[in-house]
Structures are given as C-alpha cells and as structure tokens.
C-alpha cells in the first residue's frame, strides 16, 4: 500500500491514530507471543501494526479474495488474541500477522529494506480466505500488493507458518526487483527465491513452537512441502540441472529445487548435517558452507542487482558471482563457494545466458471491476532489466482515479459508472516503452 494509505482509507471503524500496544497472541504455529496492535475509532484493538508500515491482517471469513478493499482489520475488545487452536479464527489471524512482521524484520535487519516495495508500508493480509472445505492455498496477489491465506482445510493447519507467509512476500520484491517470469528456469528460480527468504525469516525468528530448518511449509501437513537439503526427497522435485530441465511444462515448485540445494550447499554445506543429507551432483567437490548470513546476503543482492526476468541457471550463477564479488571480492572464499555450490547442482556456467530485455517489463494487468465510490489500490509493476527508473503513465482511466507516475500505482474512488478501456505505459530513462490494455468496469454503487 501507499505510505499515506497506513491510516485505513475510508475503512468503517478504521484507526484515526495509530497507537502502539502490546497485546498478547495465542498461535497454533507459532504460540503465546507479544504482538504490536493498534486502537480504532469505537476503541477495540486492531491488528494494524504502526511500527510496521500498517501491515495488517483481515479476516475474510472463508469468503473467496476479493481485492484490496476487503472486509476490515480483525479486532479485538482485550488485545489477547486466538486461543491457540488449529481450527480458531483469531488464532489464523495472529499467526499470519506474526509471521509477517517477522518477515519485515528480517528484511528490515539483514538488507535494510522498508517493506516489499521498499517504500515503508506493510501488506494487507487476508486469512481464511475460501471455502473450509476447498483446496489449501496460499498466494501473493502484486496488484494489491496483498496476500491471502487459506483456513485450515481436511486435517491441515492454515496457511500461516512464518516461511510460508515470508515465501508470498518475497514474491512481491521478486516481482518489482528481477521480474522473474513464471515459467522454465526463471519460474524455478522464482520459487526458489521465494523458499530461500522464507527459510531465512525461519531462521531469524528463531521461534521456539516453529523451529528453524531447511524444509518448506512443514507445519501445515505435518511432512514437508519441499526440502532444500536433497529435493528430490518429496519424490517431485529436481536437485540436479540437466540441459533442457526448463523447456516443458515442469511445475516451477519442482525445477526450483535445483537452486533451493545449491542455496542450501552455499549456506550448510554437502553432505550430512544437523540439517540434512546434501550430496552433490555428478561426482562434484564436496562444498564447505559460509552460513546463512552471508548466503542470504548474496542471494538478496543478485536478485535486487542482476537477476532479470529471462535468467535461467547460469545466469543466476553469473548474478551470484557478481554479488559475492560485489560484497566480498571476486578471489573470496564467499565467491569460491558461490561457484562450487552452482556446480554441486549441476551449473557450471557453459549453458549459455539469455539475452537480457531491454524495455521495462510492465506485468499483466486483471480486468477490473470496481464499485462507484469504493476505494482503490493497484499497483502497476514493471522491472527494468537494466535497474533504470521507470516513470508510468495511463490514458482512459475512469473518473476519480489518478496513476501516481513514480511509483505505478493507481488509488482513488471512481465518481461515475461505466466501462473504461485503459493503456498503461511504462517507460525508462533510455525511452524504451512497454503498454498494458485492461478494461475497467465501475459499476452503481
């Protein structure tokens, strides 16, 4: 969200100011924890934390996501917060909002960056989002820049564990930093990012009910979602690159475990652990870890400096290369290791690197369909390969609605009803132009 839009905009009952307090929170993931709240205009505490930008956390009560405007901030009269079931609302809400401050923290600590957009404002966060008897889900939405997270559903917890809810935030930066497409390596990559920072914030939060490890989402099954020690023990996964890995339909979850074991090598190490059984591929060296700081601290550089939307493997090899460099000088041990780690997965940097893009890569646009008077937020996002700014502009946007040009996003509250058929450009310092068309719909209030 915008930085002006931290105080609810147009949100009935919504805080007037934001007033710090601690309250106490009953998680089933996470346990008895203090959380930061904040008070609304009837006097009930809200979970919108003021130190974090106003991340918040709305409950929508398996209802399906509808958007940014959605219900309002869970509340409470006593600021103790879930009673620590499984199946418990507040405790859904707590957890999830938890685990994102953690993932703020961390990101705020160890890159000093102020949010997902690195702009100081925190996401809306949807929980018990869908049915309770549909599938379980947990997914970033970059037009809102929100997320949403299912109820527990069949047996399983909710979709709130902290490196799950730090796994769908990193997408947002990914999303506005590299632009990594959602298919063939750079789809692996994506997701493997994604793991990378939400095993990251585990570790960081250190939380004694959801101890740190290397394995995905493993409180919400009871059995891991993926493993960064060896992925193939999920029986889905890839832990070695062979050519041609990328080129079909293979799901992005399972060829990103190629870097999720060379993430896993560059931190831990090969071999066998605390953590795990790592070996290497193809008769590689054994690797010797450098730890998760500094790892972390390469991986967030090569995806915010040189990682673009097209990178495949070795590209992303090359891009870690550059940023252990960059941090550590290119004859480290840091960037040995880098090197290394890439070859015990099977990269040795001879597949070539595609070409970068030149434009700004201006993301698809939903079809929109907003209410007369009903607020708005959408964030246009358009990385540019070459780390330019990018300014933004829009023709046939419906009345009441302004594109702020710096930062792509659209707010406001359409005055009048009809269908709007709009063009987005994107553009960078070199003049080079990327559009988008949606149809926009406002419909009576």
């Not at 710090?20 to 904040?38: K, Q």
């Not at 379980?136 to 909710?158: H, M, R, W």
Request: charged share 20%.
């Amino acid at each position: 969200m915008l930085a002006a839009a931290v105080a609810f905009l147009g949100v009935a009952g919504a805080a007037q100011a934001a007033v710090p307090r601690t309250g106490v929170a009953h998680g089933y993931h996470h346990g008895d924890v203090r959380i930061g709240t904040s008070r609304d205009a009837d006097g009930d505490f809200v979970l919108v934390d003021p130190g974090r930008g106003g991340l918040q956390v709305r409950n929508v009560a398996n209802d399906y996501f509808r958007g940014w405007a959605q219900g309002g901030p869970s509340s409470d009269a006593d600021d103790v917060w879930g009673n620590g079931g499984r199946a418990d609302r507040q405790t859904a809400d707590v957890d999830a909002y938890y685990a994102a401050a953690r993932t703020w923290d961390y990101f705020l600590k160890q890159h000093g960056r102020r949010g997902v957009h690195d702009d100081g404002a925190g996401p809306r966060i949807f929980t018990d989002v869908g049915p309770p008897d549909g599938e379980f889900f947990a997914q970033y939405d970059p037009e809102c820049g929100c997320l949403a997270l299912g109820p527990a559903v069949g047996g399983n917890a909710a979709w709130n564990t902290t490196d799950i809810v730090a796994h769908e935030m990193t997408h947002g930066i990914t999303g506005i930093t590299a632009g990594l497409e959602l298919n063939g390596e750079a789809g692996g990559l994506n997701e493997s990012t994604s793991d990378i920072f939400g095993t990251l914030v585990e570790f960081e939060a250190d939380n004694d009910r959801d101890r740190p490890d290397y394995t995905i989402g493993e409180g919400v099954s009871g059995r891991p979602l993926r493993y960064m020690d060896d992925p193939t023990k999920d029986g889905v996964s890839k832990g070695c690159w062979t050519p041609g890995i990328g080129d079909g339909e293979e799901p992005n979850h399972r060829i990103g475990g190629i870097s999720n074991k060379f993430f896993y090598q560059l931190a831990v190490g090969s071999g066998k652990s605390q953590w795990g059984d790592s070996p290497t591929c193809g008769g590689a060296p054994a690797v010797k870890g450098i730890g998760n700081d500094k790892a972390g601290r390469i991986w967030y550089r090569a995806l915010t400096r040189y990682l673009v939307p097209n990178s495949n493997f070795s590209g992303a090899r090359a891009a870690a290369l550059r940023a252990a460099a960059d941090l550590y000088g290119a004859g480290s041990t840091e960037a040995r290791t880098v090197a290394a780690a890439w070859l015990a997965v099977g990269v040795d940097g001879s597949d070539p690197v595609p070409g970068a893009p030149q434009t700004p890569s201006l993301r698809w646009i939903n079809p929109q369909s907003t209410a007369v008077g009903a607020e708005v937020l959408v964030r246009l996002r358009a990385p540019d390969p070459q780390r330019q700014r990018v300014t933004f502009t829009a023709t046939g946007l419906p009345p009441g609605l302004t594109l702020n040009a710096d930062t792509g996003v659209v707010t406001g509250r359409p005055t009048r009803q009809g269908a709007y058929e709009v063009t987005f450009t994107a553009a960078d310092c070199d003049g080079n132009t990327s559009n988008r068309q949606v149809t926009w719909e406002v419909t009576p209030r």
